[in-house]
């Protein structure tokens, strides 16, 4: 990003960061989106009117029009299936499932026509649809809430699955995602939303139409350098995985945070050049255990760590447990100590 | 501060509209969630609407006698920004509270 520098001093006081939360990064991203991309619509349910129940989608009808900024009646099928219509037809749709758990109606429209309708066409028909999904746990909502489907999405083939974890991360991955023309999932850590930090703007850039904003979207992401072990994490485990690395310090244990943001393709060179150096990985996550995200990082890091690994990869994560209700919630989610004793079977193992 | 607008819900079967009877609080009043703000008539039943959620009371829509449809605008709430949509609680970011404690010996790497 040494280039980004450089144009940022060129450009003196349009490019101050604005100080944003990440449901006002989301908000500017879909804006800035909307204006630049005519075909660019944005539909589901409350995303009109009201401005979505998490304000990501506040004041765009407003701005953008009733026609493609509206309502979709309560039916995640019909907000899908219209918006692999659309695709069709050459728009690029941007759907909001309202939560993670209404995802699920709406898993057929996604498997078996969203993602693979490129492939099905001989690349005739691609998909430039984001669909953004409120996802992930922490706010103490009821049932279908607070659901992890990353390993869910990633399994599909055709889709690709990104999740942010502070403000620049969600403005810079939504920007990206949008203008690809392959169909993406965007998990929005929900507990995050009203999390504030600053955040580099495209059009705060002169670049000449080559935006350094979006060519940092594209991999994962070092969210905080260390020596002895690399916590690999994604959404708002990110940050929780940050203050433990804090914690880690004082006990003199120097921890890498791996911010993944994609999880589907995974960046493996990245896992490959973080753990090649610390040599001990935790992999940190909201999911159930079973069949999670974090058994493919881990199968990762040891293919392509095997020969420096100090110890079994160690994974900390949720349990194969529905998703409890608000007053379990602390108990389910990986919390500091559990993530702590994760790293300290990894300091303690010894081989033989 | 946002505005948040909360429409006359559909107060049973089926039902379009609901008269105003009398208001229980006044723009400006500071609210909490379940405290009634308005007694309504439908063509079945007087009753009185619970607040969805705590804030202030930035407008009344209707005086009393006065007809509002289902899904029009009966109150706007003024909120902080930083509060929840329809479910769930704005987390608070609180210091990291720790049990454990790391010991390693790094030196053998």
Redesign the interface.
């Given at each position: 990003m040494g280039g980004t520098e450089t144009m940022m001093a060129g450009t003196a006081a349009s490019a101050a960061p604005l100080e944003l939360?990440l449901q006002g990064a989301l908000n500017l991203a879909l804006d800035e989106i909307l204006a630049e991309d005519p075909k660019a619509l944005v539909l589901g349910e409350d995303v009109g009117t009201?401005g979505?129940?998490?304000?990501v989608t506040?004041g765009l009808a407003g701005k953008h029009g009733a026609a493609r900024v509206f309502d979709t009646p309560l039916a995640e099928s019909g907000i899908l299936g219209m918006s692999i219509g659309l695709a069709m037809a050459g728009f690029h749709p941007i759907p909001e499932v309202q939560?993670d758990g209404f995802a699920y109606p709406a898993v057929n429209q996604i498997v078996c026509q969203l993602g693979r309708m490129n492939y099905r066409s001989r690349g005739t028909l691609p998909m430039p649809v984001t669909l953004r999904v409120p996802s992930f746990g922490?706010?103490?909502?009821?049932e279908h809430?607070g659901e992890s489907l990353e390993a869910l999405f990633a399994h599909v083939p055709g889709l690709k699955v990104v999740s942010p974890a502070d403000p620049q991360q969600g403005y810079t991955l939504l920007k990206a995602a949008a203008r690809m023309p392959d169909p993406v999932i965007f998990m929005e850590p929900?507990?995050r939303y009203?999390?504030k930090g600053q955040v580099i703007t495209e059009s705060g850039l002169d670049d000449g139409g080559k935006s350094p904003v979006a060519d940092g979207a594209a991999g994962a992401r070092i969210a905080r350098p260390g020596r002895?072990l690399t916590l690999v994490a994604w959404g708002a485990m990110v940050a929780r995985c940050l203050?433990?690395a804090?914690?880690?310090a004082e006990?003199?244990?120097d921890v890498e945070v791996l911010d993944l943001r994609w999880l589907k393709p995974i960046h493996a060179d990245a896992l490959a050049a973080s753990v090649g150096k610390t040599?001990r990985a935790v992999v940190v996550h909201e999911a159930p255990r079973t069949s999670g995200l974090g058994a493919e990082v881990a199968q990762i890091i040891t293919e392509r760590c095997f020969g420096t690994l100090?110890a079994p990869v160690e994974r900390v994560t949720g349990f194969d447990v529905p998703y409890p209700s608000?007053d379990l919630e602390d108990e389910y989610i990986p919390n500091?100590?559990r993530i702590?004793?994760g790293?300290?079977r990894v300091?303690?193992y010894k081989r033989g | 501060m946002a505005e948040l607008p909360f429409p006359l819900p559909d107060l049973g079967e089926g039902l379009i509209e609901a008269t105003v009877l009398e208001w229980l609080v006044a723009e400006g009043d500071q609210v909490e969630r379940n405290q009634p703000l308005v007694e309504v008539e439908t063509t079945k039943s007087a009753l009185e609407l619970p607040s969805p959620q705590s804030g202030m009371v930035l407008k009344v829509h209707g005086a009393p006698g006065d007809v509002i449809k289902v899904g029009e605008p009966l109150v706007v709430f003024e909120v902080p920004d930083d509060t929840a949509g329809i479910v769930g609680t704005v987390p608070t970011e609180e210091a990291p509270k720790r049990r454990v404690r790391l010991s390693a010996n790094l030196d053998e790497d």
């Open positions: 939360s009201l979505g129940v998490f304000r506040s939560f922490g706010i103490r909502a009821p809430h929900k507990s009203w999390q002895h203050q433990v804090e914690l880690a006990d003199g244990i040599r100090k608000g500091i100590d702590l004793f790293i300290q300091l303690e | -």
